[in-house]
T-cell receptor, first 116, second 111 residues
Framework: KAGVTQTPRYLIKTRGQQVTLSCSPISGHRSVSWYQQTPGQGLQFLFEYFSETQRNKGNFPGRFSGRQFSNSRSEMNVSTLELGDSALYLC???????????????FGPGTRLTVL | GQQVMQIPQYQHVQEGEDFTTYCNSS?????IQWYKQRPGGHPVFLIQLVKSGEVKKQKRLTFQFGEAKKNSSLHITATQTTDVGTYFCFFPNQAGTALIFGKGTTLSVSS
């Protein structure tokens, strides 16, 4: 099985712009979660989608949004970028069935976003 | 809200020494997972613990879930340079509104 893929791998934007990141989960996985990783804050949960519905949400401002498509692919959007949004954005997929939140998560390689 | 503490933040050991990282929660957990992230890489699942007092072993790694299901530990016996990386504990918020990772313990090993 192919692993989780994320595009693009690297991105440079300027303050005020918006950005869309993409994540393709492992085939058959219905849950996709997004995380922001920074040296100071570690891995912080953004949101989780399951079958096109947002199932869990972290404590990020409304500038961060996401969606999931019928094929389970997910996108994350950040509007009005700030310097502090510079981070590695990781997505993770899991089967999502049963005790869904508790399935093993498979991470993608991440998108490195730099905001200038 | 739920508080999570993972200690230590950093640990340097000589190859062959043991290493332990601890994860503590302010609330009772339904389960806990452990992940390892190599430098420049992404987190990789190591194990999941579900039962109170559960102990699981993977070669030189021993994982433990506390009796009260509020804490967990990962112990590595006789570290090797391949153990280098950051180890994270992970568990869902009690209310199911967030998925939480500990801040991680970064292990460095010198030979």
């Amino acid at each position: 099985k192919a692993g989780v893929t994320q595009t693009p791998r690297y991105l440079i934007k300027t303050r005020g712009q918006q950005v869309t990141l993409s994540c393709s989960p492992i085939s058959g996985h219905r849950s996709v979660s997004w995380y922001q990783q920074t040296p100071g804050q570690g891995l912080q949960f953004l949101f989780e989608y399951f079958s096109e519905t947002q199932r869990n949400k972290g404590n990020f401002p409304g500038r961060f949004s996401g969606r999931q498509f019928s094929n389970s692919r997910s996108e994350m959007n950040v509007s009005t970028l700030e310097l502090g949004d510079s981070a590695l954005y990781l997505c993770a997929s899991s089967p999502g069935h049963g005790q869904a939140e508790y399935n093993e998560q498979f991470f993608g390689p991440g998108t490195r976003l730099t905001v200038l | 809200g739920q508080q999570v503490m993972q200690i230590p933040q950093y640990q340097h050991v000589q190859e062959g020494e043991d290493f332990t990282t601890y994860c503590n929660s302010s609330t009772t957990l339904s389960n806990i997972q452990w992940y390892k992230q190599r430098p420049g890489g992404h987190p990789v699942f190591l194990i999941q613990l579900v039962k109170s007092g559960e102990v699981k072993k993977q070669k030189r790694l021993t994982f433990q879930f506390g009796e009260a299901k509020k804490n967990s530990s990962l112990h590595i016996t006789a570290t090797q340079t391949t153990d280098v990386g950051t180890y994270f504990c992970f568990f869902p918020n009690q209310a199911g509104t967030a998925l939480i990772f500990g801040k991680g313990t970064t292990l460095s090993v010198s030979s």
